[in-house]
C-alpha cells in the first residue's frame, strides 16, 4: 500500500526563510534569529532538544515533526472546553513526499503529573502506510485532556498525540495550507 494520499499536518510557522521547512539544527545554521524564536518554545524543557532518535539516528532538533492525526479534532476539543481558539494555519504533506528510510512514527506516551516520561525506542515504528493508518486519529485521553483543559493551561496540541519525525528538509512547494 502506497504513503500517497496520506495527509501529514504541520502548523504554520511564519517568516519561513528560503525554499524548504528545515530542523532546528539546519536554523541554526542557517538562520540563527529564526532558530532563537523557535527554540525558545523549548524554555523549560531544554533538555527534550538533546534527546535521540534512536531509530533515525539523530537528535529531536535534527528532525522536522508532523503529524498523522488531523488537527481539527484537537482544536474543536480544546474549543469545548471554553477557550475562543480563531482558525489556526497548519500546512498539509502528502506522506509520500518523505523518504520512508528517514522518517518514524513516534507515539508519545501521556504526561502523567505533568511529566515527559522517558524515551523508549520501542516507541518510535517505521514509516509505512499501515502505522500510519493505525495512528492517525486522535487518541480519546487526549480529547478528554483538551476538553477539561483549564484557561490558565498553556494550549498544547501535540503533546500526546502521535508524530512523524523526519531527519531532512521539505520543499515549501509540497506544501497545502488548511484552516481548522
Not at 529531536?60 to 489556526?88: E, H, Y
Request: hydrophobic fraction near 40%; proline fraction near 12%.
Amino acid at each position: 500500500m502506497p504513503l500517497t494520499g496520506m495527509t501529514l499536518y504541520h502548523r504554520a510557522v511564519r517568516d519561513v526563510r528560503g525554499d524548504h521547512l528545515l530542523p532546528l539544527s539546519t536554523l541554526r545554521e542557517r538562520h540563527p534569529d529564526v532558530y532563537a524564536r523557535e527554540a525558545a518554545k523549548y524554555v523549560g524543557r531544554e533538555a527534550l532538544m538533546g534527546e535521540r532518535v534512536s531509530r533515525l539516528d539523530c537528535l529531536w532538533t535534527d528532525v522536522l515533526f508532523f503529524s498523522p492525526v488531523n488537527p481539527g479534532p484537537l482544536l474543536d476539543a480544546a474549543r469545548q472546553s471554553g477557550r475562543a481558539i480563531p482558525p489556526v494555519r497548519f500546512w498539509t504533506l502528502d506522506a509520500a513526499h518523505l523518504d520512508p528510510a528517514r522518517a518514524c512514527v513516534r507515539l508519545v506516551r501521556p504526561w502523567l503529573g505533568g511529566v515527559k516520561p522517558a524515551p523508549d525506542p520501542a516507541d518510535e515504528l517505521p514509516f509505512t502506510p499501515q502505522t500510519l493508518r493505525e495512528h492517525s486519529a486522535a487518541p480519546p485521553a487526549t480529547l478528554d485532556r483538551l476538553r477539561a483543559l483549564p484557561e490558565e493551561a498553556p494550549l498544547i496540541l501535540w503533546m500526546d498525540v502521535p508524530h512523524v519525525l523526519y531527519r531532512g528538509e521539505v520543499p515549501l512547494g509540497a506544501l497545502g495550507e488548511a484552516r481548522f
